[in-house]
């Protein structure tokens, strides 16, 4: 296992952790506001999936069907169907060191051109960040016990 497929590995994995948490709270939790990010934990878990979903399909080049599914359930299944595009995504591009290759944003306006290397590390980072702030919201919220997200955690769970 390279350091890649750690990388994205242990981004699925602890976001998949939150959403399990979370399915275990009641909406009033789940759409209370909080001064942080994107305001609620669904909101919050609904922007990192979504993030996933874009960023692949924009490197892939298809259509970008933007998914309002919110409720946890679905949102344990939209992560199970973006993580493995990003990983197919992530094998092409190292199978062939296309690390520097150029794609089309076309979302940006004007449309920019991006690395499919720094496109990948930006989803791995936007979503750390935002889970981030979903576990502050689940702390304030006081649930207990959290887990701590990092690669440790994840590689010992996997073992």
């Known amino acids: 296992m390279d350091l890649l497929d750690r990388l994205l590995a242990h981004d699925a994995w602890t976001t998949r952790q939150l959403l399990e948490i979370c399915a275990t709270l009641p909406d009033e939790q789940l759409n209370h506001e909080f001064e942080i990010g994107h305001h609620t934990l669904r909101a919050t878990l609904h922007h990192i999936i979504g993030n996933m979903e874009i960023w692949s399909a ?5 259509p970008i069907e933007r ?8 949102m344990r299944e939209r992560l199970s169907v973006a993580e493995k595009r990003l990983q197919s995504i992530a094998v092409k591009v190292q199978a062939t060191n296309g690390w520097d290759d150029i794609w089309i944003d076309h979302l940006d306006d004007p449309p920019r051109e991006k690395t499919f290397g720094t496109a990948l590390a930006h989803i791995v980072t936007h979503s750390m960040h935002h889970r981030a702030q979903v576990l502050y919201m689940l702390r304030l919220s006081g649930v207990q016990p959290l887990p701590e997200g990092d690669v440790f955690s994840w590689e010992n769970n996997i073992k």
């Open 58 to 62: 924009l490197m892939a080049g298809d």
């Open 67 to 74: 998914q309002t599914y919110q409720a946890i359930n679905g």
